[in-house]
């Protein structure tokens, strides 16, 4: 679906990351942890062809349909009402799993408690949070194989979070997450990509908690919650 192949990334005379590679496959579910301002969400942007590299390249397969949910988007009209924004990207997604496999915009919304008077609400009306929840529901319902969700846990509720969960249960494509929440990650992703400094991305295979006992042994000792925090 992606391939990325010896990719480097200097931003303002800052080493983020260099000749990282990867090679994705659909059904893969990664997660990217790392200190705030080490190249995370410019990983994403070159991974998904929205910056170019410093070497090496990037290949996007002609079937990649990237769904990229950012931590700010602002792309809504406020004269639309909440049902037809996401109607207008699509009438209807196909997950591929169960009896219910075909979603309406207004399933959707519903899933993602927009109840039904809500729906025909002006987007203009919205609270910020409820902004960010339409946000989300409008990358959801481009039906992508290829999901980055960039700090998706900053502003959602838990209802919000247990529903994207349920969501990402189903998810057969390319699943790349960055995030600094353990519980979310452990329920979502199945290895981990961590910045170690010096431009370094390191595999580690397993959930968070797995890449925190394996933190814990090399240092001989429990990772205290302020260690952790201090590595997100």
Do not use: W
């Amino acid at each position: 679906v992606i391939e990325a192949v010896n990719i480097s990334k200097t931003i303002e005379d800052k080493l983020l990351f260099s000749h990282f590679t990867h090679h994705s496959t659909p059904g893969e579910r990664i997660g990217i942890i790392g200190p705030n301002g080490c190249g995370k969400s410019t990983l994403l942007n070159v991974l998904c062809g929205a910056m170019t590299t410093d070497t090496g390249s990037v290949k996007i397969g002609t079937s990649g349909n990237i769904g990229y949910f950012k931590q700010e988007n602002d792309d809504f009209d406020p004269s639309m009402s909440v049902h037809a924004t996401l109607r207008a990207i699509a009438e209807f997604i196909d997950t591929g799993v169960g009896r219910d496999r075909y979603l309406s915009a207004s399933d959707m919304l519903n899933k993602f408690h927009f109840p039904p008077q809500q729906q025909n609400s002006l987007v203009g009306t919205l609270s910020g949070g409820e902004r960010r929840r339409l946000a989300l529901l409008m990358v959801l319902m481009k039906n992508p194989n290829v999901l980055f969700l960039d700090e998706p846990t900053n502003d959602f509720d838990i209802q919000t979070l247990n529903a994207l969960e349920e969501y990402l249960q189903h998810f057969l494509g390319f699943l790349v997450i960055v995030s600094h929440d353990r519980m979310f990650l452990d329920r979502t992703v199945e290895y981990i990509y961590s910045f170690d400094g010096n431009g370094h991305i390191q595999l580690y295979p397993g959930i968070y908690t797995d890449y925190l006992l394996r933190k814990e042994n090399e240092k001989g000792g429990p990772v205290s919650d302020e260690d952790a925090k201090a590595k997100k």
